[in-house]
T-cell receptor, first 115, second 115 residues
Framework: GQQVMQIPQYQHVQEGEDFTTYCNSSTTLSNIQWYKQRPGGHPVFLIQLVKSGEVKKQKRLTFQFGEAKKNSSLHITATQTTDVGTYFCAGGVYAGGTSYGKLTFGQGTILTVHP | EAGVTQFPSHSVIEKGQTVTLRCDPI?????LYWYRRVMGKEIKFLLH????????ESGMPNNRFLAERTGGTYSTLKVQPAELEDSGVYFC?????????????FGPGTRLTVT
């Protein structure tokens, strides 16, 4: 079945350093979504990428979708303590016909930021 | 607008007992999803309802798990009898439209511990 691998599992950075997490899918995706889960919280939608090679920015966050639509990355510039949490990618595959498909989540990257 | 709510927030039960988890989606969201996250692993899809119909239940682990959504509003997920490996956080999510291209709103989750 479809798998989405996400690395690294953990990342510890000093406040102000950059952070990147990567996702790689075993199959071509129709879209990829990114979620953030704060400690003790629940996943919250950040963004969706659909087009091959797409790049989107949200303030200090940059999201990329690979040309082959099998990989994606999230880069945070100059991390802040508010960036702490687990970042998940979730790949979508259109199943065809009337099937809506489902999201396959990566294992998540736990980010800690030291002030 | 109220978000997705789940009850209970925590449940500790003994192996062999029965537990029922409840999810109330955002009002007007026809699509309801159940996910499970075992400690340190990825968020795994369990099933997807469109209104009261099961659209996709390919992620349900076995026949000890029964999900219902009578009337197309709230949903319940019953585990009977519970086993140790059922421990984890059970998330419910809802979306306005179906498919992998739509933002899913997650509930706070139910942390289930089977001892």
């Amino acid at each position: 079945g479809q798998q989405v691998m996400q690395i690294p599992q953990y990342q510890h950075v000093q406040e102000g350093e950059d952070f990147t997490t990567y996702c790689n899918s075993s199959t071509t995706l129709s879209n990829i979504q990114w979620y953030k889960q704060r400690p003790g919280g629940h996943p919250v939608f950040l963004i969706q990428l659909v087009k091959s090679g797409e790049v989107k920015k949200q303030k200090r966050l940059t999201f990329q979708f690979g040309e082959a639509k099998k990989n994606s990355s999230l880069h945070i510039t100059a991390t802040q303590t508010t960036d702490v949490g687990t970042y998940f990618c979730a790949g979508g595959v259109y199943a065809g016909g009337t099937s809506y498909g489902k999201l396959t989540f990566g294992q998540g990257t736990i980010l800690t930021v030291h002030p | 607008e109220a978000g997705v709510t789940q009850f209970p927030s925590h449940s500790v039960i003994e192996k062999g007992q029965t537990v029922t988890l409840r999810c109330d989606p955002i009002s007007g969201h026809d699509n309801l999803y159940w996910y499970r996250r075992v400690m340190g692993k990825e968020i795994k899809f369990l099933l997807h309802f469109v209104k009261e119909s099961k659209q996709d239940e390919s992620g349900m682990p076995n026949n000890r798990f029964l999900a219902e959504r009578t009337g197309g509003t709230y949903s319940t997920l019953k585990v009977q009898p519970a086993e140790l490996e059922d421990s984890g956080v059970y998330f419910c999510a809802s979306s306005q439209d179906a498919g992998t291209s739509y933002e899913q709103y997650f509930g706070p989750g139910t942390r289930l511990t089977v001892t």
